[in-house]
């Protein structure tokens, strides 16, 4: 898919789903001998960002009957209002992925403006029409109280209508789902296809992929949740020396027996 910041949001997730929609079709599925009950969507990161939003675009398309059987989100990102997490604040200096390159991440996904990453890294970069959403992200609601720790929840701050932050973020999309999968309502993540999601403790997105397992379990959807409490983002790609990891390791087994289980 076309990426940023040469390429903003929609275009990666348009990218994305325009070509599951054709792999999909009934004709395409014959031709490659595919059995249209056994298709499962998976990504890792961003890939899982995309996995789960193309998840969720595809229950709501009424012209769709070849539906997923699995989605698979391995430490996935999953929300971009809140971004001063327990996870975010425990790891913002964590090698890999520490705070300051996914908030540059996120704001170069919506925009080229500079002025919008330093909104986002002080946390104000929410719009009203966002701030209406952060229920779905509230952390002191949909994180276990182990993760919470001593961390005390403060809803992030809502921009004011004068400052040029309000429009930025208002043009650029923040309240999409499409682009932060945690801001469906429960009515809508209830039909969702069985999940398995991958978290890691010394990573910012932690709490993404928890909320959106307590979420989703809430709505009542078959969830298998794995967190290695020795993991850090990106471990699952750590199986080949330089870096032959044995949690690399362990992550891809459990992964695809998982697969292989259910699908």
Not at 89 to 103: A, G, H, K, S
Not at 159 to 184: M, Y
Not at 245 to 254: L, S, Y
């Amino acid at each position: 898919y076309r990426l940023a910041p040469a390429y903003h949001f929609p275009a990666q997730f348009e990218d994305v789903y325009r070509v599951v929609k054709y792999f999909l079709h009934v004709e395409v599925l014959k031709g490659y001998h595919i059995n249209p009950e056994r298709i499962a969507v998976s990504g890792d990161s961003a890939g899982g960002n995309l996995a789960a939003a193309v998840a969720q675009q595809l229950q709501k398309d009424p012209q769709q009957h070849v539906q997923l059987k699995a989605q698979a989100l391995i430490y996935p990102v999953l929300q971009a209002l809140d971004l001063n997490t327990p996870s975010y604040q425990q790891n913002q200096y964590m090698p890999i992925l520490p705070r300051t390159l996914m908030v540059r991440f996120w704001s170069e996904y919506f925009t080229s403006d500079k002025s919008f990453f330093r909104a986002m890294m002080a946390n104000r970069h929410n719009n009203h029409e966002s701030a209406a959403l952060l229920k779905f992200v509230n952390w002191s609601s949909y994180l276990p109280d182990s993760y919470r720790q001593t961390y005390n929840y403060s809803a992030p701050p809502v921009a004011t209508r004068k400052s040029p932050v309000q429009s930025i973020s208002l043009h650029h999309s923040l309240a999409d789902p499409r682009a932060s999968p945690l801001l469906v309502p429960d009515t809508m993540l209830r039909f969702l296809p069985k999940a398995y999601v991958l978290t890691c403790e010394y990573d910012v997105l932690r709490d993404d992929g928890l909320m959106y397992v307590t979420r989703l379990r809430n709505a009542g959807v078959d969830v298998t949740h794995e967190h290695y409490p020795g993991g850090f983002h990106g471990a699952l790609m750590f199986t080949m020396w330089p870096t032959d990891f044995d949690i690399g390791h362990r992550m891809v087994d459990n992964y695809v027996t998982w697969l292989k289980q259910n699908l």
